[in-house]
């Protein structure tokens, strides 16, 4: 297996990858659409939003297009800021997660964490950090893959280290010092489907550039009909969790007994 902590491994992958499947694919865009229309209810136009592992800068470009202006986003890969550099003018900085001195300043209204966690091995370290970015009261949205049963092949390939479970990642944000509000999933029948026949039987070759017309093709069809399953709960085949938690007011102290 791949390890989240190998810089290199990052970098190559983000040289490697089609563009297609992280820009346009159907799982991709649901995932940014999610984070979009949680970020909408929950916070203004004008909040200061950093999207921390922002990778392509797909969703800072979006988030931008969406109308929100005080935008920052941050990196562990050289490679994937060299991307972003493309889409996103506002400010873009290297840093590592588990680090929080690579962060110059906190006080955010809002930080994204979207494919990030799972790759970390000491997570609640790394909530721990994204809780003193934020203000008192600041709101954090995090992605992560769902169910370790559905653990596979797609998984090595991309370093992760775990899967979620819901209570797993409820107990280890509250003690990183959270208030969870918000828990959503995506996948069920149809996102299996598309895993099973296109995702696990070669997970290097979705990522190539071969078929890349058919690819993106395949992606347009795909993304409406997953967008209409996606408010639909079902834990047992569900593959990806969204939460929305929140830094209390005036605390400071976090609970250290993880």
């Known amino acids: ?42 916070c203004g136009k004008n909040s200061r939003i950093l999207d921390t592992g922002c ?13 929100f202006f005080n935008l920052e986003g941050s990196d562990f890969s050289e490679e994937s800021l060299a991307i972003s550099k493309q889409k996103f003018t506002g400010r873009l900085f290297r840093a590592d997660l588990t680090n929080l001195r690579d962060f110059a300043s906190g006080g955010y209204d809002a ?22 970015l934020l203000k008192p009261g600041g709101i954090l949205i995090i992605s992560a893959p769902f169910n370790p049963d559905m653990w596979s092949e797609q998984d090595d390939f991309a370093g992760h280290v775990r899967r979620y479970s819901e209570g797993e990642a409820e107990e280890k944000l509250r003690l990183a010092g959270f208030m969870v509000e918000n828990i959503r999933f995506s996948g069920w029948l149809l996102s299996e489907v598309y895993h099973k026949t296109f ?23 795909l993304y409406y009909p997953l967008l209409l399953e996606s408010p639909v709960r079902s834990t047992r085949l569900a593959r990806r969790l969204f939460i929305l938690a929140r830094r209390p007011e005036g605390r400071d102290v976090l609970d250290k007994g993880a």
Not at 111 to 132: P, Q, Y
């Open 1 to 42: 297996m791949f390890r989240h902590n190998k810089k290199m491994f990052y970098n190559e992958l983000r040289k490697e990858e089609c563009g297609d499947v992280v820009d346009f694919g159907p799982l991709a865009r649901l995932r940014r659409r999610i984070i979009l229309d949680m970020l909408k209810i929950a």
């Open 55 to 67: 990778g392509r800068g797909n969703l800072l470009f979006e988030m931008d297009r969406a109308g």
């Open 111 to 132: 930080v994204i964490c979207s494919e990030v966690l799972e790759h970390i091995e000491d997570d609640i370290s790394a909530m721990r950090n994204l809780n003193s």
């Open 199 to 221: 995702m696990r039987n070669d997970p290097a070759a979705i990522r190539s550039a071969k078929n890349r017309n058919l690819k993106r093709i395949i992606s347009s069809v």
